[in-house]
Nanobody
Framework: QAQLVESGGGMVQAGDSLRLSCAAS????????MAWFRRAPGKEREFVAR????????YYSDSVKGRFTISRDNAKNTVYLAMNSLRPEDTAVYYC??????????????????????WGQGTQVTVSS
């Protein structure tokens, strides 16, 4: 059975950095398009970033582009989200997700939750001003 476990969240100040990890079991992250979503207090879950097979192309939401970087380590079966220049509006629970379809986001709704097959339980990130 596939399982995704996020870690690395915490409480930081604006401008700080964090790196989230998503450790997978039961699936190989190298065989899936992997993504990060987040849910801020009182809001719906939103797309943050996605990385296709082989890590060739990454996609980001406009709100994090240039500050966040998604990557994977196939040997460790882990996906990462490096977050720099954090802002209070980045405060949210961050979720890792896996999609067996390795489609290009230009022709596929990578931001739609229904397209993802597996989800983690989330890790809290709190950014204070």
């Amino acid at each position: 059975q596939a399982q995704l476990v996020e870690s690395g969240g915490g409480m930081v100040q604006a401008g700080d950095s964090l790196r989230l990890s998503c450790a997978a079991s039961g699936i190989s992250v190298g065989d899936y398009a992997m993504a990060w979503f987040r849910r801020a207090p009182g809001k719906e879950r939103e797309f943050v970033a996605r990385l296709r097979w082989l890590g060739v192309r990454a996609y980001y939401s406009d709100s994090v582009k240039g500050r966040f970087t998604i990557s994977r380590d196939n040997a460790k079966n882990t996906v990462y989200l490096a977050m720099n220049s954090l802002r209070p509006e980045d405060t949210a629970v961050y979720y890792c997700a896996a999609d067996q379809n390795n489609y290009d986001c230009s022709a596929y709704d990578c931001s739609s939750e229904v397209n993802y097959d597996y989800w983690g339980q989330g890790t809290q990130v709190t950014v204070s001003s």
